[in-house]
């Protein structure tokens, strides 16, 4: 059973930065897709950051150049480093995974994607 567990979340000030942890257990680290998903209140379920097996990696437009998506094999952890934060990033954040066997030039965003879901962490950028 592949079961996933978040943490990390916290309040933050404009321009700061969280690193979100994702704890992966049950999934096989040699074929894997796994990403970072948000939603703000009265807002659709956002992709954030996606990584493949080998290491390929994609960003929401919202986020790249102030995010970045990393895994630690030995750990099993995912993480999500954001920087530079603003108040619309405010949302509560979800690490996802799928199983697969497909090599992800670009790993998707969809939900649809991906079958296993972590309860999430609220991430709160504010004055």
């Known amino acids: 059973e592949v079961q996933l567990v978040e943490s990390g979340g916290g309040l933050v000030q404009p321009g700061g930065s969280l690193r979100l942890s994702c704890v992966v257990e049950?999934?096989?680290?040699?074929?894997?897709?796994l990403g970072w998903f948000r939603r703000a209140p009265g807002k659709e379920r956002e992709g954030v950051a996606a990584v493949g097996g080998l290491g390929s990696t994609s960003y929401a437009s919202s986020v790249k150049g102030r995010f970045s998506i990393s895994t630690t094999f030995a750990k099993n952890t995912l993480y999500l480093q954001m920087n530079n934060l603003k108040p619309e990033d405010t949302a509560m954040y979800y690490c996802?995974?799928?199983?697969?066997?497909?090599?992800?030039?670009?790993?998707?965003?969809?939900?649809?994607?991906?079958?296993?879901w972590g309860q999430g962490t609220q991430v709160t950028v504010s004055a």
């Open positions: 996802a995974a799928q199983e697969s066997f497909a090599y992800y030039p670009v790993p998707p965003l969809g939900a649809d994607e991906y079958k296993y």
């Open positions: 049950g999934l096989s680290y040699s074929h894997f897709l």
